[in-house]
């Protein structure tokens, strides 16, 4: 009786054919307007059109109409507006506003992972012929988006509305709640909140197959002239992630991963593996236990910000 799924995003940019045209050549399909997706989940992303670039809406399924009941009574004992039937509810983050849909339901089922050999000391599993990753060097499919990772001000907030009212559930958190990572689904973090100096989209991520389809992904991407390399690969700590991000060109920055930590026992996690209290940049809460590991400023700090700062004044959002 729970959250289950992150079914889809919506992002909003000034230049949303752009954007879309983007991921047709990287790793997704038209599916319908406005609507990218994969053979497996059609619906995955939308891009809109708006004034500055923000993530517009997210679209989570629960396992039952008791769920639906139970977080629109949460949302309405916080004082948030929402509308609801026995099978959907939808408000607007009061923090971040963007618009929230809960409908009961469940993420599609995925196709497995393709199986690459690999040669390791004592297991021979690839003879005779070169690697998988380089007789096939095409822009891997991208199989779901995983996450998003939000900047604001407003970190206690943001994290009690996801927590407490909309039922995430936390997977570790740095310094009691400077950084929160949360999931609906079995991976470790479908949803980071970490402090910005106001509340923005600080990256989305969209899950590969394995780490060659991660640098593949990468190396694919870099090859179109208005995106740039942030920071990968390597591999975090928290949620374990091969990583490589990127700016699209809109100006957002996404995230090539694969191999997240996944929670099914989640007593066994928060009894043996969840802390609230990760702290220190070289232990398990630093960036990366291998790769680069220092981000670039760029990474929490968009030159963007003071504009989107101004668009989200402008909207009468805090
Ligand atoms: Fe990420």
Same mark, same amino acid.
């Given at each position: ?12 940019? #000034?230049? #949303? !054919?752009?954007?879309?045209?983007? &991921? ?5 399909g ?9 053979? @497996?989940? #059609?619906?995955?992303? !939308?891009?809109?059109?708006? +004034?500055?670039?923000?993530? =517009?809406?997210? $679209?989570? /399924?629960?396992?039952?109409e ?14 948030? *507006? /929402?509308?609801?039937?026995? *099978? ?24 497995? +992972? ?10 021979? *599993?690839?003879?005779?012929? %070169?690697?998988?990753a380089?007789?096939? +060097? ?15 001000? $407003? ?13 995430? %559930? ?11 990572f949360?999931r609906?689904?079995?991976? $470790?973090?479908?949803?980071?909140? !970490? ?23 990468? =190396?694919?991407?870099?090859? @179109?002239?208005?995106?740039? /390399? ?13 990583? &490589?991000?990127?700016?699209?060109p /809109?100006?957002?920055m ?23 209290d &990760? ?10 236990? &291998? ?13 963007d ?14």
């Amino acid at each position: 009786m729970a959250l289950n799924g992150l079914l889809d995003i919506q992002i909003a940019v #000034p230049n #949303p !054919q752009e954007l879309f045209d983007f &991921w047709l050549q990287h790793g997704m399909g038209a599916t319908a307007d406005g609507v990218l997706g994969t053979p @497996d989940r #059609p619906v995955q992303m !939308q891009i809109a059109e708006g +004034t500055y670039r923000h993530l =517009s809406s997210m $679209h989570l /399924s629960c396992d039952s109409e008791a769920d639906i009941a139970a977080i629109a009574k949460r949302l309405t004992d916080a004082g948030i *507006t /929402s509308t609801s039937d026995s *099978t959907s509810v939808r408000c607007v983050d009061p923090i971040f506003g963007h618009a929230i849909v809960i409908d009961v339901g469940s993420p599609h089922s995925l196709t497995p +992972t393709q199986k690459r050999a690999f040669n390791g000391p004592g297991e021979l *599993t690839r003879v005779n012929t %070169r690697a998988d990753a380089v007789l096939h +060097t095409e822009m891997p499919v991208v199989r779901r988006v995983g996450h998003v990772v939000l900047g604001t001000p $407003h970190l206690a907030e943001a994290v009690d509305f996801y927590s407490n009212v909309l039922g995430y %559930r936390i997977s570790d958190q740095i310094m009691k709640g400077f950084a929160t990572f949360m999931r609906v689904e079995s991976d $470790h973090h479908n949803l980071m909140i !970490q402090p910005g100096p106001t509340s923005y989209l600080n990256h989305y991520a969209v899950e590969v197959d394995d780490i060659d389809a991660v640098g593949l992904a990468g =190396s694919h991407a870099l090859k @179109d002239e208005r995106v740039s /390399s942030i920071i990968g690969v390597g591999r975090h700590n928290l949620g374990a992630n091969v990583f &490589w991000y990127l700016q699209d060109p /809109s100006g957002n920055m996404f995230e090539f991963f694969s191999d997240m930590d996944q929670i099914v026992d989640e007593e066994v996690w928060d009894r043996v593996h969840r802390r609230l209290d &990760w702290e220190g940049e070289d232990g398990p809460a630093g960036f990366a236990v &291998w790769g680069p590991n220092e981000p670039p400023e760029v990474f929490f700090s968009p030159p963007d910000l003071p504009s989107i700062a101004a668009a989200r004044e402008a909207n009468g959002l805090k």
